[in-house]
Antibody, heavy 133, light 109 residues
Framework: QVQLQQSGPGLLQPSQTLSLTCVIS??????????WNWIRQSPSRGLEWLGR?????????DYAVSVKSRITINPDTSKNQFSLQLNSVTPEDTAVYYC???????????????????????WGQGTTVTVSS | QSVLTQPPSASGTPGQRVTISCSGS????????VNWYQQLPGTAPKLLIH???QRPSGVPDRFSGSKSGTSASLAISGLQSEDEADYYC??????????FGGGTKLTVL
């Protein structure tokens, strides 16, 4: 049974860096059949996907366009976890932050490999982050 | 303003069938699969439907999904009081990456 356990501070001042960690049990951050995601939720912005990290012979990251200049998601294979860093936070970054796993599979069709994603089926418990001076 | 458009609210009586729509564009729903999530108050979202119409293990067959062109729908048949929740659609957008709908609050009357 896969579980994700989040940790990190809940209160930040404007311009600080948000740092959250998501510890994985029952799966591996290096899995070649899962991506590891960060999502946030606020009343004003709803659910917002922030980015993901995944391993396919090498590490890859994808980030939401809205935060691309401020975000870093890093895997830590030694601790089987992944982290979120969001720089220069403002009150607009106040939200509940979630980590989540999305499984996928792949198939070759001739020379090209296609990927099939199965939705985010395991979520962390959520961390409320407030940005206020 | 969410990239995927959902009605803010929906309602039905117990036993009824309710549908929730999700409208996108050629860069998201038109080219990629749609997932649906159910969120009960104070909890993390739960995967309800993936790959347009596939139910994960443990999801009742009262829940079904479909997709046509740049739109998708979630149908709930035999509505029950415990179905009262917020429902979100999600898809990959070829320009913006992961995107969600604004959510639909389902009320069981």
């Amino acid at each position: 049974q896969v579980q994700l356990q989040q940790s990190g501070p809940g209160l930040l001042q404007p311009s600080q860096t948000l740092s959250l960690t998501c510890v994985i049990s029952g799966d591996s951050v290096s899995s070649n059949s899962a991506t590891w995601n960060w999502i946030r939720q606020s009343p004003s912005r709803g659910l917002e996907w922030l980015g993901r990290t995944y391993y396919r012979s090498q590490w890859y990251n994808d980030y939401a366009v809205s935060v691309k200049s401020r975000i870093t998601i890093n895997p830590d294979t030694s601790k089987n976890q992944f982290s979120l860093q969001l720089n220069s936070v403002t009150p607009e970054d106040t939200a509940v932050y979630y980590c989540a796993r999305e499984g996928y599979s792949s198939r070759w069709y001739g020379p090209r490999r296609y990927y099939y994603y199965y939705g985010m089926d395991v979520w962390g418990q959520g961390t409320t982050v407030t940005v206020s001076s | 303003q969410s990239v995927l458009t959902q009605p803010p609210s929906a309602s039905g009586t117990p036993g009824q069938r309710v549908t929730i729509s999700c409208s996108g564009s050629s860069s998201n729903i038109g080219r990629n699969t749609v997932n649906w999530y159910q969120q009960l108050p104070g909890t993390a979202p739960k995967l309800l439907i993936h790959s347009n119409d596939q139910r994960p293990s443990g999801v009742p067959d009262r829940f079904s999904g479909s997709k046509s062109g740049t739109s998708a729908s979630l149908a709930i048949s035999g509505l029950q009081s415990e179905d009262e929740a917020d429902y979100y659609c999600a898809a990959w957008d070829d320009s913006l990456n992961g995107v969600f709908g604004g959510g639909t609050k389902l009320t069981v009357l």
